[in-house]
């Protein structure tokens, strides 16, 4: 089904602009709405210039039900992405993360549920934080593990792989599929699971066909490099661009699943277009695990710099080990194939990163001395 109306929430944003630049692609009109927040739009809180000029843009946070409902009304699906994104600093501004995930989501479908609109489809942005670790599988036993967060005395003891609860034994990471158990680990990955759940459920409810995806590590041009607390290979960015080594939690194994920003893109159309994945959590990452070192080296390569990453051996509270993404359910339901790799994607952040050298803030060390004040690494 073809929808011809299409708001995008958080749509100035590093997924959102790039959702924006697919749809706009493929003829779609377009509307935005975004609160251009300080923390990735910077102090003046312009609109960015890399923003789609096609787009219809309203200055607006999702929970303004005033503004919302004029916008709503023009509109026959939403791609709602508007959210705060920060693992560390939501455990310690947490009513700041409630009220601009889950509230603010809250505030989006009483909407939907209360005014008279024409919204046909939903798709809403969740994430693998949700799922805390990852899925492991233990050899010795031969079966399958879902252990819970590393305790602090063996992080303590920098004992840093997960043990199988049975036989003792080193666990082996397998792919995460939609059906882990949910172990949300923090405050945000618990308003991830809100906003999944109430678009999933009053979309159900009210007969709206709605799709969660479930993000892996998403990277690319127009992450915000002066935002602290976004993804690593942003952080990694910002740091070589100020002569810093990129700084590395624990050994720098731990592994993850980076997606381009631009396959993120395609995915949120294709899961726009797709009946097939109606009602469906569906993970959208490439399947393929990269240790966070890994990502260091990359960049040092790509920058062309000489800066020896720093292993610190220390830990963030709430991190998970191992987590990449078992992706056939969106090959099945949405016929999504990722497109980059990292070698082929990587370059597109440097690139980005150069040109906008003076946006590059390295708050690396005052966000980690925020962290280590409070006890969180
Ligand atoms: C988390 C969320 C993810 C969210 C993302 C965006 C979880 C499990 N996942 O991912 O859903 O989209 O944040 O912020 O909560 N690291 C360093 N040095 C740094 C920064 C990070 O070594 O300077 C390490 C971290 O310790 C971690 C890995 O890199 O092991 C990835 O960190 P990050 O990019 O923050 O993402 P996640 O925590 O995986």
Redesign the pocket.
Known sequence: MKYEKVLVTGGAGFIGSHTVDTLIEKNYSVYVVDNLDQQVHGIERNLPTYFNKKANFTFCDVSNTEVLRDVIEDVDAIIHLAAR????QSMYDIKKYMDANTGATASLLNLLVNEKNSIKKLVVAS???I??EGKYYCEKCAEDRYPALRSTERLERKIWEHLCPDCNSPLKPLPTDENKPQMP??I??MS?RHQEEMCLLIGKTYGIPTVALR????YGPRQSLSNP?????A??AQ?ILNQKP?????D?K?L?DFIHVSDVAKANVLALESSLANYQSINIGTGRPTS?LK?AELLNDMFNSSLVPYI?GE??T????H?YGDITKARNLLHFEPSMNLEKGMPDLVNWSKLNKDHAQDL?EKAYNELKSRGLT
Do not use: H
């Open positions: 994104v920060g693992v560390a994430s693998m934080s799922y805390g680990s923090s945000y990955a991830k993000y892996l590590n998403v607390y976004t993804g690593v290979c952080i990694f740091r990129p700084f590395m939690f624990e720098g731990q993850r966070i990502i610190s830990y963030r709430g991190d998970v080990r987590c690396f």
